[in-house]
């Protein structure tokens, strides 16, 4: 029992002397320690989500930088205009910038579209892991 519990007991002795009134200062004081506890469990628990919510914006910041990386890096080539693709114009407007040809039918598979079609597949992957932490963060707790 803590110094301060026991001078509520003796002021509780000494103004009384009564059972009844030493049995509320029991009372009382089980219930400060029962609240006591739960607000350091409360505080535990908040300690934890915020770690967590940290560790979660950290993760997003990574992918967010690789996708930056990713989403500036050529590609493949305009099989028009021969302007040079990016990830970006490749996943995000899905045509050339220059002369707004479609550049999606490369994902499809197609040898002629110009793209490197390994480049483009780590910027699927950056954009994929991206999509995937945003998702993660939205429903995580
Ligand atoms: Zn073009």
């Not at 560790?55 to 996708?67: F, G, I």
């Not at 390994?118 to 429903?139: I, P, Q």
Request: hydrophobic share 40%; proline share 1%; charged share 20%.
């Amino acid at each position: 029992m803590s110094a301060a519990a026991l001078d509520l007991l003796e002021l509780g002795l000494e103004a009384g002397q009564d059972e009844e009134s030493i049995r509320d200062l029991q009372n009382q004081i089980q219930d400060l320690h029962a609240e006591s506890q739960g607000l350091r469990e409360q505080v535990a628990a908040y300690q934890q989500r915020a770690e967590r919510a940290e560790q979660r914006t950290q993760m997003l910041e990574q992918a967010v930088n690789t996708w930056q990386a990713k989403a500036k890096q050529i590609v493949g080539i305009c099989g028009q205009c021969k302007t040079q693709l990016t990830g970006a114009d490749v996943l995000v407007t899905g045509s050339c910038p220059t002369c707004h040809r479609t550049v999606a039918t490369a994902l499809a598979g197609n040898s002629d579209s110009g793209l490197d079609q390994k480049e483009l597949l780590f910027v699927l992957g950056a954009a994929g892991l991206l999509l995937g932490l945003l998702v993660a963060s939205g429903g995580g707790k």
